[in-house]
Nanobody
């Protein structure tokens, strides 16, 4: 599966952004989808994940209550709605896909998009 992330940009603290990830190449509904991020000088970390049907979701503690992950299997897309953004949310955000069981571990995801930069100014 090929993944293309978009929607990043510069936003003020307290603002919102919506990231999208378009998938192509294989049956999208077979994949668990995740969003991860990597800030300068830090390791890549889990942000949110969603199960194949959309019925299961999980979030990092740092984003719970502010971010929402969703998917549209008919359109082969997964989105990350980010509200109440903070400066510490500044990072490159990646969407990723995996076959198999639901997990939030980055190394378990075999397919990655190119990343989209989110910059939150304080």
């Amino acid at each position: 599966v090929q993944l293309q992330a978009s929607g990043g940009g510069l936003v003020q603290a307290g603002g919102s952004l919506r990231l999208s990830c378009a998938a192509s190449g294989r049956t999208f509904s077979n994949y668990v989808m995740g969003w991860f991020r990597q800030a300068p000088g830090k390791e890549r970390e889990f942000v949110a994940a969603i199960g194949r049907s959309g019925g299961m979701t999980d979030y990092a503690d740092a984003v719970k209550g502010r971010f929402t992950i969703s998917r549209d299997n008919a359109k082969n897309t997964v989105t990350l709605q980010m509200n109440s953004l903070k400066s510490e949310d500044t990072a490159v955000y990646y969407c990723a896909a995996r076959l198999g069981v639901f997990t939030t571990t980055p190394v378990a995801y075999a397919y990655w998009g190119q990343g989209t930069l989110v910059t939150v100014s304080s």
